[in-house]
């Protein structure tokens, strides 16, 4: 009897540690703790500057159909500003805004990101070229996240809002623009989400440009990931 009343007493124990430890792990302020000092470090060792990629994997209900129609890990992406000593991201969701960048990279899966910047950075971007990126960008602050992905300035979304404001501040195409159907469109998770936003009238030849396609421009640089 004493042998059961102890064996059951430690399993309480191991599955209240493992219950703590659990919480503990997906608290919410634990992560953000943890992110702030992963940040810290980054920026210590100089491996993040102004006008920085940054590229996640979205929780979003979205985020595995991009995935697989993209062919790529990477679902959301942000441009990195910095603003008296603190790094922010500048990106669409709902609605376009800045975050900053421990609360952006602590919303990803696993606080996973990768961090990308244009190979020639420090002779391009310049104070004066960043003011103009900044510049460019305040336009679409506040502006609907675009579910539909079409390519207009009414809604935007998080790549096509990087491509855009790089391209008319400064001159430079981050990423080869594509159209719809040159994405994989069989997914089944895919499908449900195009019935979804387009019904049966798919706009095919819509012009779009994904995070996949900025994640693999050659303009750019991996200088930081984890």
């Given at each position: 009897?004493?042998?059961?009343i102890?064996?059951l007493g430690?399993?309480g124990l191991?599955?209240?540690?493992?219950l703590y430890?659990?919480?503990?792990?997906?608290?919410p302020?634990?992560?953000?703790?943890?992110t702030?000092?992963?940040?810290?470090?980054?920026?210590?060792?100089d491996?993040?500057?102004n006008?920085?990629?940054i590229?996640?994997?979205s929780l979003?209900?979205q985020s595995?159909?991009?995935q697989?129609?993209?062919?790529s890990k990477?679902?959301?992406?942000?441009i990195?500003y910095?603003?008296?000593?603190q790094f922010?991201?500048?990106?669409?969701?709902?609605?376009?805004t800045t975050?900053?960048?421990t609360?952006?990279?602590?919303?990803?899966?696993?606080g996973h990101?990768?961090?990308?910047?244009l190979?020639?950075?420090?002779?391009?971007l310049t104070?004066?070229?960043?003011?103009?990126?900044?510049?460019?960008?305040?336009?679409?602050?506040?502006?609907d996240?675009d579910?539909?992905?079409?390519?207009?300035d009414?809604?935007?979304?998080?790549?096509e809002?990087?491509?855009?404001v790089?391209?008319?501040?400064?001159?430079?195409?981050?990423?080869?623009l594509?159209k719809?159907?040159n994405f994989d469109l069989?997914?089944?998770a895919v499908?449900?989400k195009?019935?979804e936003r387009y019904?049966?009238?798919?706009?095919?030849?819509?012009?779009?440009?994904?995070p996949?396609?900025?994640?693999?421009?050659?303009l750019?640089?991996?200088?930081?990931?984890?």
């Amino acid at each position: 009897m004493k042998k059961r009343i102890v064996i059951l007493g430690l399993l309480g124990l191991l599955i209240f540690s493992g219950l703590y430890t659990k919480q503990k792990f997906y608290d919410p302020k634990h992560i953000l703790d943890t992110t702030k000092a992963e940040v810290q470090q980054i920026v210590d060792k100089d491996g993040i500057k102004n006008g920085d990629i940054i590229f996640q994997t979205s929780l979003s209900g979205q985020s595995k159909a991009i995935q697989l129609a993209t062919n790529s890990k990477y679902s959301h992406c942000g441009i990195v500003y910095r603003d008296k000593g603190q790094f922010y991201v500048f990106e669409a969701i709902q609605p376009v805004t800045t975050t900053p960048l421990t609360k952006w990279i602590a919303r990803g899966e696993n606080g996973h990101y990768v961090i990308k910047r244009l190979k020639n950075a420090d002779q391009i971007l310049t104070d004066k070229s960043l003011q103009k990126m900044k510049r460019e960008g305040e336009q679409f602050i506040g502006k609907d996240y675009d579910l539909t992905f079409e390519w207009s300035d009414d809604k935007i979304y998080c790549s096509e809002l990087i491509w855009k404001v790089y391209q008319r501040a400064i001159g430079i195409e981050i990423g080869k623009l594509e159209k719809l159907s040159n994405f994989d469109l069989t997914h089944e998770a895919v499908k449900k989400k195009m019935n979804e936003r387009y019904g049966d009238k798919i706009p095919k030849n819509e012009i779009v440009i994904s995070p996949a396609a900025i994640f693999d421009s050659e303009l750019l640089l991996t200088v930081n990931s984890n």
